[in-house]
């Protein structure tokens, strides 16, 4: 393996290039992710999280844990957000290792449940995340797939 995961908080001087990468990823506005990663690094509570897999100086994967991952079930709290590998990364395990990383973290922080909405069917059960149940999308019509993972 010859990239390694790195929480934001322990590197706050990646947060400007961490947000620029999550922002050209997904769309969401650059002001947004600045102001997790800032809350992220300031360290005054478990929630939000940041982490990005580094290889050679480049992002090759990141996921962050946030409250609320813009759906309708606000109660369903902490959320895994923005999880994303470089095309020519995926099928490494960079996800997978991203995902254990995170809810390791976040059960030492003492928080053991986590949850995310995704399209995807099968990927997330892999790494031992359930399916829960479908919620609202936040602003959208139809349906989104939660799952939940318990760090034991």
Same mark, same amino acid.
């Given at each position: 393996m010859s990239w390694e995961i790195i929480r934001l908080a322990d590197r706050p001087e990646l947060k400007a290039e961490t947000a620029q990468w999550f922002h050209e990823k997904w769309g969401i506005p650059l002001a947004a992710y600045l102001d997790s990663m800032e809350a992220c690094v300031d360290g005054r509570a478990s929630v939000p999280q940041w982490y990005a897999a580094m290889e050679s100086g480049r992002i090759i994967g990141g996921l962050g844990v946030i409250e609320n991952d813009f759906h309708a079930r606000k109660d369903?709290? =902490?959320?895994? #957000?923005?999880?994303?590998?470089?095309?020519?990364?995926?099928?490494? +395990?960079?996800? +997978?290792? !991203? !995902?254990?990383?995170? #809810?390791?973290d976040m059960k030492a922080r003492g928080v053991d449940t986590l949850y995310l909405v995704t399209d995807h069917t099968s990927f997330y059960e892999r790494y031992g995340w359930e399916f829960f149940c479908m919620t609202g999308e936040?602003?959208? =019509?139809? !349906? !989104?797939r939660l799952y939940i993972h318990r760090e034991p």
């Open positions: 369903l709290a =902490p959320n895994v #957000c923005a999880a994303y590998t470089e095309e020519d990364r995926r099928r490494e +395990g960079i996800a +997978g290792a !991203l !995902l254990g990383f995170a #809810c390791a936040d602003g959208a =019509p139809g !349906l !989104l």
